[in-house]
């Protein structure tokens, strides 16, 4: 079925530096989103991506449809203490129904101030 | 700011034992979601759910599981006779029928025994 692969799995960094977290499938998908989760809560929704090769902004945060359609990226910039948590991607890839999306493994995010 | 509302926050029941996890969408979506997340593992997709019945579903949710909106407002799972490895956060979304745009809500924690 359908799989995304999320890299790297883990990152510490240090409050300031940018930081930058791949999602990767072997099938096409329609949409990527990428999702903040913080301990103890449901995922956030940060941005949504329609377009392959749409660049999308959300204050400190990029995020790009990777023109292929299988692939995703998610930059933040200027880290701060409370970028702490798993960043998400989830898509819904061609062939299914809109009502269908699936999440990558995520990327847990340290930040030492 | 409109939310998902949950309930039970954290339910404690024995294996074997019926459990239903409640879900308050937020008010003026359309489309329904269950999905799971064992401690430390991805979220996972259970069920989608539109115009009163199941869009898709995937092959965790059996026979054991079942959704239904009694009265319009509520979204319940039902999961019939629980197993060890039904223990695990269940997170309820909805969404107003943007692709893939869904919002959380906080979970609930079952832990069977």
């Known amino acids: 079925g359908q799989q995304l692969n999320q890299s790297p799995q883990s990152m510490f960094i240090q409050e300031g530096e940018d930081v930058s977290m791949n999602c990767t499938s072997s099938s096409i998908f329609n949409t990527w989103l990428w999702y903040k989760q913080d301990p103890g809560e449901g995922p956030v929704l940060l941005i949504a991506l329609y377009k392959a090769g749409e660049l999308t902004s959300n204050g400190r945060l990029t995020a790009q449809f990777g023109i292929t359609r299988k692939d995703s990226f998610l930059n933040i910039s200027a880290s701060i203490p409370s970028d702490v948590g798993i960043y998400f991607c989830a898509g819904q890839s061609q062939g299914t129904s809109y009502d269908k999306v699936i999440f990558g493994p995520g990327t847990s995010l340290s930040v030492i101030p | 700011e409109p939310e998902v509302t949950q309930t039970p926050s954290h339910q404690v029941t024995q294996m074997g034992q019926e459990v239903i996890l409640r879900c308050v969408p937020i008010s003026n979506h359309l489309y329904f979601y269950w999905y799971r997340q064992i401690l430390g593992q991805k979220v996972e997709f259970l069920v989608s759910f539109y115009n009163n019945e199941i869009s898709e579903k995937s092959e965790i949710f059996d026979d054991q599981f079942s959704v239904e909106r009694p009265d319009g407002s509520n979204f319940t799972l039902k999961i019939r006779s629980t197993k060890l490895e039904d223990s695990a956060m269940y997170f309820c979304?909805?969404?107003?029928?943007?692709?893939?745009?869904?919002?959380f809500g906080e979970g609930s924690r079952l832990t069977v025994l």
């Open positions: 979304a909805s969404s107003a029928g943007g692709i893939g745009e869904l919002f």
